[in-house]
T-cell receptor
């Protein structure tokens, strides 16, 4: 089975801290995604990556950056956390080049910034 | 740009009722893929079905069925004889086959099935 693992289920950070959310997948997928989920807004794409060291902005990249140094790992970075970044963060991966394949999701990280 | 709209924010039904969740999409590509995911209270998204733009056949899987109509850009999901375990948030999603294959979701529909 495909496994997408997010490093933490719950995180509490202080305003201004640098925050790292880690995601690892074990299926050699090229594409990886970071979403945030907020009530009434659904899943909004923050960043995605289609290969090692390659990244593209999603719909709401402001205040975030990403890193993909290895194929299996995709990190989301909050350079200076703010309270409006309190949210559920979901990581996903999928095979690139075969549009019909589904994405597999991690269990989510609920981040609270105080 | 690609877009997915789920106009129903929340639906409440009583067990054994049938319920349809609407999904309308926008894309300029001729080749694209549509998906439905379920998010139970545990939080993890579970893949339910995919449909490609060349296949307009409806699909039935047990109590679930999907109606894909290109003419109205819709991909609706029906649960027959709903059960309490169907209570979840359901998301519709779209991938265009060109470019970076960005996966875009709708805002989701929360389904509450009461006994």
């Amino acid at each position: 089975d495909v496994k997408v693992t997010q490093s933490s289920r719950y995180l509490v950070k202080r305003t201004g801290e640098k925050v790292f959310l880690e995601c690892v997948q074990d299926m050699d997928h090229e594409n990886m995604f970071w979403y945030r989920q907020d009530p009434g807004l659904g899943l909004r794409l923050i960043y995605f990556s289609y290969d090692v060291k390659m990244k593209e902005k999603g719909d709401i990249p402001e205040g975030y950056s990403v890193s993909r140094e290895k194929k299996e790992r995709f990190s989301l970075i909050l350079e200076s956390a703010s309270t409006n970044q309190t949210s559920m963060y979901l990581c996903a991966s999928r095979i690139r080049g075969r549009g019909g394949t589904e994405a597999f999701f991690g269990q989510g990280t609920r981040l609270t910034v105080v | 740009a690609q877009k997915v709209t789920q106009a129903q924010t929340e639906i409440s039904v009583v067990e054994k009722e049938d319920v349809t969740l609407d999904c309308v999409y926008e894309t300029r590509d001729t080749t694209y893929y549509l998906f439905w995911y379920k998010q139970p209270p545990s939080g993890e998204l579970v893949f339910l079905i995919r449909r490609n733009s060349f296949d307009e056949q409806n699909e039935i899987s047990g109590r679930y069925s999907w109606n894909f109509q290109k003419s109205t850009s819709s991909f609706n999901f029906t649960i027959t004889a709903s059960q309490v375990v169907d209570s979840a948030v359901y998301f519709c999603a779209l991938i265009e086959d060109t470019g970076f294959q960005k996966l875009v979701f709708g805002t989701g529909t929360r389904l509450l099935v009461s006994p």
